[in-house]
């Protein structure tokens, strides 16, 4: 059973912000969000994740609401080499867990 | 960050014969890797879990005599296609994680094979 919810396809313009929203109403206490980008023929490529604070690096912006159901991923400016299948994942992560991918959200960046 | 490397990126195969695709950990030690399968146009499927000097996990459904999984160190896992049939032509990639860490997974580039 999926455990998020993302929208299929999302567009953005280049040099925009794009905000990919997930839900994640079911998560617990000890799942942490995850997302993952895959571009095309490639393996996922790690961006970021958190517990409940909201997260920054130099790829991404997470942010995570209060009660913790929903996430929006935040590309700052987007580029034409964003485009990409963005995967949001929740997992405890720890011991032997691995990864489960949802359908996960296609961005496409366009000029 | 850590890097996982696959080799090959992509292998042509007749129907019949087996392939090995490995699985390296370049710079870090992983006691775990993680082994998916992709079709075109879907999303991971995981296949099977990969554990340094013991037997691999497989999920349910995939078949343990065809994908033939050895982890022989800490920094080596291959997945081997026996008998690869058309059906089995995909996009496999693998996963791994610093050993004892809960850090996030790297993954490799992936292996597209196709089967003729």
């Known amino acids: 059973d999926a455990k998020t919810t993302q929208p299929p396809s999302m567009d953005c313009a280049e040099g925009r912000a794009a905000n990919l929203p997930c839900n994640h109403s079911?998560?617990?206490?000890?799942?942490?969000v995850y997302w993952y980008r895959q571009i095309h023929s490639q393996g996922p490529q790690y961006i970021i994740h958190?517990?409940?604070n909201n997260e920054t690096n130099e790829m991404a912006s997470l942010i995570i609401t209060e009660d913790r159901k929903s996430s929006t991923l935040i590309l700052p400016h987007a580029t034409l080499r964003d485009t990409a299948v963005y995967y949001c994942?929740?997992?405890?992560?720890?011991?032997?867990?691995?990864?489960?991918f949802g359908k996960g959200t296609m961005l496409l960046v366009s000029p | 960050g850590a890097v996982v490397s696959q080799h090959p990126s992509w292998v042509i195969c007749k129907s019949g014969t087996s392939v090995k695709i490995e699985c390296r950990s370049l710079?870090?030690?992983?006691?775990?890797m993680f082994w998916y399968r992709q079709f075109p146009k879907q999303s991971l499927m995981l296949m099977a879990t990969?554990?340094?000097?013991?037997?691999?996990?497989?999920e349910q459904g995939v078949e343990k005599d065809k994908f033939l999984i050895n982890h022989a160190s800490l920094t080596l896992s291959t997945l081997t296609v026996t008998s690869a049939h058309p059906e089995d032509s995909s996009f496999y990639i693998c996963?791994?994680?610093?050993?004892?860490?809960?850090?996030?997974?790297?993954f490799g580039s992936g292996t597209q094979l196709s089967v003729l």
């Open positions: 996963s791994a994680r610093v050993a004892g860490t809960n850090e996030k997974l790297f």
């Open positions: 079911t998560i617990s206490g000890n799942e942490y």
């Open positions: 958190g517990l409940k």
């Open positions: 994942i929740v997992n405890s992560f720890g011991g032997y867990s691995t990864l489960t």
């Open positions: 710079d870090f030690q992983a006691t775990t």
């Open positions: 990969s554990n340094e000097g013991s037997k691999a996990t497989y």
